[in-house]
């Protein structure tokens, strides 16, 4: 399977890792149909994903003074892009986010469904959740929401160095996406051509107090940090807006036979790879 790959970011870059000569970034920046349509036609993919996006620098609270580049790169490209992978017959992968859910589902478990109504608040999560609504109309478009991305290599999108950086963290339940078995659904996903929503989590929750557990238990024993409440954020001026907590399903995944594993079971083997990572990266330096 050849993919073209669009936006050169963390998680475009994890998959192209691992993907090695099937998958070829673009160089281009999508501004019209046509720039995303001469692409298409020059790779000859079989399948487009779309992993850029804007998140704002140093987070998403940089969203809510720049609204329209926001707008520009969470909803415009991504149905640029789509209209060129309508036309030349390309089955395209949208990444998205599952921060368009604040609190709980109206359903018994809390947990929110792949075709439930987003309630987002910021900027970042309304932009993502309106290319949803108009991406999911289309046929051959799959959409995979991810949630707090967890890896086994260090980086600044990495959850595990996000949470251990901060000298304040709030303890709050989430569904998480373990990278490594996001790249191999996110194959699976183009491979089968699966279209609509589907949330890419793994089963299961965690609280950010079992991650950070389990760094200070195998990475850092001196790490420590102070705890606060989701309300202390944004109140101690940590943040413009409180940040989405939710519970996801993924039940649409099993209809490919497609499945992810457990959390917890995930989790634990990714933290064993980051310390290894981590001691390369220290004699690296």
Known sequence: MKILIIGKGYIGNRCKEAWGDEAIFSDCHVETKH???DEIRKHQPDAVLNAAGVRGVPNVDWCEEHQLQTIQGNTVMPLLLAQ?????GVYMLHMGSGCIFY??????DNAWKEDDFGNPRPVYSRTKWAADLALSTLPNIGIGRIRMPIDWKPSAGNLIDKLAAFPKVIDVENSVTIVDDMID???QMME???EGIFHVTNPG????KELLGLYKEMVDPTHSCQWISNDDLVQQGLAKKGRSNNFLRNDRLAEYGIQMPAVQESLKKTMEKYKEAKKIQVREE
């Open 35 to 37: 720039d995303a349509l």
């Open 84 to 88: 060129a992978c309508q036309e030349a």
């Open 103 to 108: 609190g709980e589902s109206p359903h018994e």
């Open 185 to 187: 659904v996110f194959y």
């Open 192 to 194: 089968k051509k699966a």
């Open 205 to 208: 929750t965690m609280k950010h």
